[in-house]
């Protein structure tokens, strides 16, 4: 065996073994692949660069990404818009997303659009893992359950800052059957008239979701749907924390809900959001809401929210 001798200055030794370590140590390092979507892309469509970026969602090739890995989506120089639904095709692990975002660097940074020509959902997931989707617009999705939908049996995911500047079905997010997910920052606007119900988020036989700094305003002016900025039903263990709602339709009839719970089972928490009727405003429902009356037998703890202007039948502490 060969044995190495280092000098036995004090001033060099923890420099000399600092180097000795990396050198011989750094075997045992790994990084996540870095993979590329770019619709305008005139390379190998391989994935492996902007230049060889595959061309559509359609074209990853899941085989080859791994948990850890980054997927880039070119948004261009200002934006770039996308006509499909984004679909994972693989999940990751704990401590080991697959992240889906937005290129970050020059003349791919601009913002990434997804189009559903009121057809498709922008994304959708079907028993997908630990998936990390952030920093998309999405528009024109269909007239149905769910802009973006985690579907039964997809955990631990996490949808970050998603835009969706006018939604037209029931939940711009529809969580379904799908636990211990994430949703923070993402930002809703209902339209100012449709006679669908249209509920920023729409959470359904759930356990452990997280609700978490999202800003949602409600402005049908439509009487005939039931809108909320966040309802669940039938979930348990939700926490709502942090978020913005505005309940802005001044010319609808009542059942406009900021946050409604109905039919929960497990501790829920409510606390630290912001709910508020703007001026002239009369179709507030309930600023923050919660019933069990067929079935439901867990409890709701509502903290600390800020409610403007209050409204008689909502609890603020």
């Known amino acids: 065996m060969t044995v190495i001798k280092f000098p036995l200055q004090k001033k060099t030794t923890l420099k000399v073994l600092s180097m000795f370590i990396f050198i011989f140590g750094i075997q045992n390092l790994s990084y996540g692949a870095l993979h590329y979507v770019d619709n305008d892309a005139t390379g190998s469509n391989s994935g492996a660069s902007w230049n060889d970026a595959w061309e559509s969602f359609a074209d990853i090739d899941w085989s080859t990404v791994d948990p850890g890995d ?36 020059a003349n791919h940074n601009g913002t990434v659009i997804i189009d559903g020509d009121n057809s498709r959902r922008c994304a959708y997931f079907r028993e997908n893992d630990y998936i990390y989707l952030s920093n998309f617009r999405c528009v024109n999705p269909q007239i ?28 711009a997010l529809y969580v379904y059957y799908a636990n211990h ?84 089972d497990g501790t829920n928490y409510i606390y630290n959001n912001v709910v508020s009727r703007t001026a002239g405003s009369s179709a507030w429902g309930s600023a923050i809401a919660f019933q069990n009356k067929n079935g439901g037998s867990g409890t709701v703890h509502i903290t600390n929210n800020t409610i403007n202007p209050h409204h008689p039948n909502t609890p603020n502490t």
């Open 181 to 264: 997910n994430t949703i923070k920052n993402c930002s809703c606007a209902t339209p100012t008239n449709t006679p669908y119900q249209v509920d920023c988020v729409f959470d359904r036989s759930t356990d452990g979701n997280v609700y978490d700094g999202n800003n949602f305003t409600i402005q049908n002016n439509n009487s005939v749907p039931h809108d909320d900025g966040i309802q669940a039903y039938r979930s348990k263990n939700i926490t709502v924390k942090n978020n913005k709602i505005n309940v802005n339709c001044p010319s609808a009839a009542a059942n406009k809900q900021g946050i409604y719970l109905e039919e929960m």
């Open 70 to 105: 980054v997927i880039y989506v070119s948004g261009g120089r200002v934006s770039k818009t996308y006509h499909e639904t984004i679909q994972p095709g693989k999940s990751g692990t704990n401590g080991n997303y697959i992240t889906i975002t937005a290129g970050e660097e």
């Open 144 to 171: 149905t359950t769910g802009a973006i939908r985690l579907n039964t049996g997809s955990e631990y995911n996490v949808i970050d800052n998603i835009d969706f500047p006018q939604i037209t079905g029931q939940g």
